[in-house]
């Protein structure tokens, strides 16, 4: 948000220069992030997990304010940033029913944004409009953090998925991953091809026609020399697969029962399922699942869904840290 | 939740085979408490009570994180909660609008449970289904408290009450407890009776006949050994009252208008009431109160359903450090 | 609350008395400041002001709890005590939605606050009754902030107003203050124009005749010697102003549209306004502003409605350390 703290001196070495590019600046989108300062990041976020693992909490943000600003409720969200911004000892000003407030009445988001930065030292924002953490970020002097705008971005999310393939597989280089389910709707694996096709991965992307991934993310992919495949049954692909990403599909998005109905089966993980994938492969999926993954799943390690919200906490941790110029 | 935090090394001494019973356990019903634990967790809230008198506030519970997870608003329950978190140095997780948020849409009550146990040490749920407590405590590996569910149980509730009379009396042991109203349809006199009838009491059950207090409440308690009268008028058993358990008696509950008004003023305590009481005696009430205690009442020393709150964030501020390991 | 509280030794010296005049005590209304105690928390505002820039944050009140209990939203005033708050050390139970809560069925204002007060240290009200307040500050034994109750008054939004015109002039005497606007409804102008009178300043009432500043507004002002003049427009009277404090014309209190369009340019501030203005004059706006000050205005160095935020939560940290007796 300030142009100020945008200039870093060159002089300096990479990870000082990486470190340092991320401080003071807004967290829009996962565009912003090159291989450097995402190495940069998972790094202070697997200190996080040691840090939570051997002594639970660190005062290494005693004294900032985080104002979590959701115009629309996303408990895992927020509690998941609110949990990250206290486990460094930070405080929070929890401001989760915009909608219904005096501020919202009237307001551009940007005097509702100024008036927040007066009294908190960094603001995460949730918003139902595409957009909307851009224009935070252009209103204040305060380093925003996009925690989702609508059908545009939700950075943290495709950092966190990231994130636990690192933690879980060891890296993320030279990985089969394989995408599931509703692949021409969800940001969520917008973001994560986007992200991840850096890494020298190898994609499958298994959707009914209608739902296939849209052809911009395919462009992208295809860009950064990442080699994939599209199909529509899982079963040719899934026993070389080292990540197994499942995304909801949902009723809505089908002209007819029955169209809803023939392919729902097609993309629902059971334990059945899994006798066919790898010993050490992960099963990921960004919650909340409703029928694509059966409970029988969830005692198999391989089930890396809910450590996934974990690894989310400590990547926030770390953002929150290196914007605050902490970490 | 953890089997593994269930084995007590059972060569230890009693008050610490108790303390340790404790740690890392559920806190689901008041049936899970006996004696030990009851005197051991009173113990407790009596220390937690001088330290607030003394220094207002102490650091046992620092970097620890609790979600207070709200399915139904209760304000009087979550703030009591937060607060005791508070003053022991903790910090929260509010989410008091569980209904409106995504984590609710299709989400499994296990679901959102295994995703909040990520982000922090000790669940505290109230939730309008009975039996919700044990599902999610099934469901996580961080310990849960059940802060009501529907008709089930609200367990402590029932402890502050014992603690009250215990810090107001001197003892529990031998006193004549005297519960007037809805004796019926009230979770609240259910669990506190069952809880007292282990404390060598008597009891009075003042109610008008369709509201008396149910058949298997008055089995438990003659199975404990507590000699026990059923009245329908308060008259004859104040006297010898040391505890008055005053709860409201709901318009709701009757078959007519003419019904309740007949009954409501034999269940109203008025100052003109008390003069026939003990001069050291106590009234209590779960509040909110409506009309069944007078206002004019207040100011009697005796009136203890204000102080009755405070006692409940001691008693709180004593179980949130127990099953965390710090008490 | 407390009547032992408010018993001063009358032999201290004046800065000392000041002090102790305002430890336990309720801040319930603006004309229970005295220039004395004006000048006592201005200098501790400012304070605030310094330790938050320089550190950005100090335990003054560490341990202690304040109850935000707001029985209508207002996300702007919540989140500056909130905010304050957490800046010193203390922590909050956040009440925010009373409404939809077990609490406010039923129960009087008083019985909710005599069990917040079990739980806390000082209360914050907001509440839509004029009165409400006083009746929660009888009902309380902790310090009660009224942070706005219906028609009635918002102190700490006039001693905000005062703070940011002494941080931002140097001081407020002799200065002239031009209020325009709908000055008829505004409680935040009639609580300013009583505070400021005090400080020997000449006012500027400038209003559509329908929307004059009231009568028993200005005869308080008159009495308190401060000269005013009432027009219908700024031109004449903005080259001599060192305070232009901008209120919201709102449609709804006109009798036609037409009524409102001739009126409403007349009160719009733009660049080219202020080309007529000082150099050294601020203007000012308690927000949300909606069409009465132009955005290309925000980048004048004059315009300070948004950093009168910040001083507000200097302000409310000032507060809360005196009630707390820590400042």
């Keep these: 948000s300030d142009t100020a703290r945008m200039s870093v001196p060159f002089d300096l070495q990479t990870p000082e220069r990486t470190r340092l590019s991320i401080v003071g600046r807004d967290i829009l989108t996962v565009r912003q992030f090159d291989r450097d300062t995402l190495h940069y990041l998972f790094g202070q976020a697997h200190e996080m997990r040691k840090m939570v693992d051997r002594v639970g909490h660190f005062e290494l943000l005693k004294g900032k304010v985080m104002a979590a600003l959701f115009y629309e409720p996303s408990t895992r969200t927020s509690s998941s940033f609110i949990g990250a911004m206290q486990r460094l ?3 929070v000003i929890p401001i989760t029913s915009v909608k219904d407030s005096s501020v919202a009445k009237g307001e551009t988001l940007a005097d509702t944004i100024r008036t927040m930065e007066q009294y908190s030292d960094v603001i995460v924002l949730r918003h139902p409009a595409k957009g909307a953490a851009e224009e935070a970020a252009k209103a204040s002097r305060k380093p925003v953090i996009n925690a989702g705008d609508g059908v545009g971005e939700h950075p943290t999310q495709a950092l966190l998925d990231a994130f ?7 890296s993320i280089n030279n990985l089969t991953i394989t995408m599931v389910g509703d692949l021409k709707h969800g940001r969520t694996v917008h973001s994560l091809a986007t992200l991840l096709s850096k890494y020298g991965v190898t994609f499958n992307f298994v959707a009914p026609k209608s739902l296939a991934m849209p052809k911009e993310i395919l462009d992208m992919v295809r860009e950064n020399g990442a080699p994939f495949t599209e199909l529509e049954v899982l079963d ?3 026993p070389a697969t080292d990540v197994l990403y499942v995304t ?6 089908f002209a007819s029962e029955e169209d809803y109905m023939a392919v729902k089966g097609l993309y629902c993980i059971t334990a059945h399922t899994l006798t066919r994938a790898k010993e050490k492969m992960i099963v990921m999926h960004p919650l909340p699942r409703v029928d694509e993954i059966a409970p029988e799943v969830d005692s198999d390690p391989r089930a890396a869904y809910f450590r996934q919200m974990q690894y989310g906490m400590y990547v926030r941790m770390a953002l929150l840290a290196m914007v605050l110029g902490k970490a």
């Design 89 to 91: 000892g930070g405080s």
């Design 164 to 170: 636990t393939i690192r933690e879980e597989m060891g």
């Design 236 to 238: 040719d692909v899934l």
């Design 248 to 253: 909801r599909v949902q009723k809505e998005r």
